[in-house]
């Protein structure tokens, strides 16, 4: 998103994060012009940090399910950021809170189908035999 | 009443305890293996084990005929959620959530999730009603009503003190409505005068309590 000229601000409780970040990139990411802020979603201080109030999308994609359920509502209706995208790995809950009205997205879920699809035969994998 | 109790803390197994002595149905849900085997060896049948926050568990668990949900895992986020899809999706109509961090208690009132009963935030309601140096004690809280009830002692050389109740300047939506004084009390009028080391009651809208509190507290107590 950064590299398509887009402002970028990532938010995580672990301060050694930012290396993933900077991993292959000839420049540190916030050389680049991205934003970085420790601390922990659930602390309206640190997303205000993290400049959430003038943010136009949010996305929650913590390790946690349902710490990404509960900061995605809280990006939505607190702070009314227009688009709120949600990691879930359980479908189930990802289904009820898409219904719900939240965009989530489930990789459980699309991993589900894209292995049936390839074992149906509905997908290809270039160069591979079969 | 069937009430089914998310996270068997020393919280959730004690409640379950007390809940199925009082003749209710209990269900106790509990995700850590270990513990679940200490707490189904005491509550046998009333014990499940799985993560509350999953549709399936909550479901097994019997959430759709549950009068009462109790979610109070040491997690506030699973707390929320199990408490908002017990309301939402599954139609119970009582829920009661812990809430651990009392930071997270606006979340709670974000989200619609009451009662919300955070164990440090009740302590600490008691603290200041115990130590009056802390000069502000919360009688009564109508979040429905936005309406709260406080108890201050008026400061000495604070604007109130030798002032008459219609000259405080209140702001609107705050009143007066009782003066305590030499261990009596009385509901004050106009023309009622206002003395340090009285303690007041005063009803306010949620929000005012700052432009309240500092007409009564002391000059000396601001700095």
Redesign the interface.
Known sequence: MLADGHEVSVLDENPEAIALLNKGQEQGWEDLGGAFTVGTALEIDALLQAGIERADAFVASTDGDNTNLVIAQIAQRRFAVDRVVVRVLDPARAKWYAEQGLQTICPTQTAIELLEAAVRGQIRFEGVPG | MYALIVGAGKVGWNLARELIDKGNEVTLVEEDRRRYETVEEELEHATQYGDG????VLERAGIERADLVVAVTG????N??ICQ?AT??YGVERVVARCN?P??L??FE??GIKPAVSATDLILRLIEHEVPKYGLVHLLDLKEERLEIIEMEVGHGSPADGSRVSDLGMPDGALVISILRDGGGFVPVGESVVRGGDEVLVVLDIGLEEAVTQRFIGRAEVA
């Open positions: 926050t999953e549709l399936w997690d506030d986020e699973d929320i959620l899809m939402e999706k961090n930071r997270n606006q979340h974000l989200l």
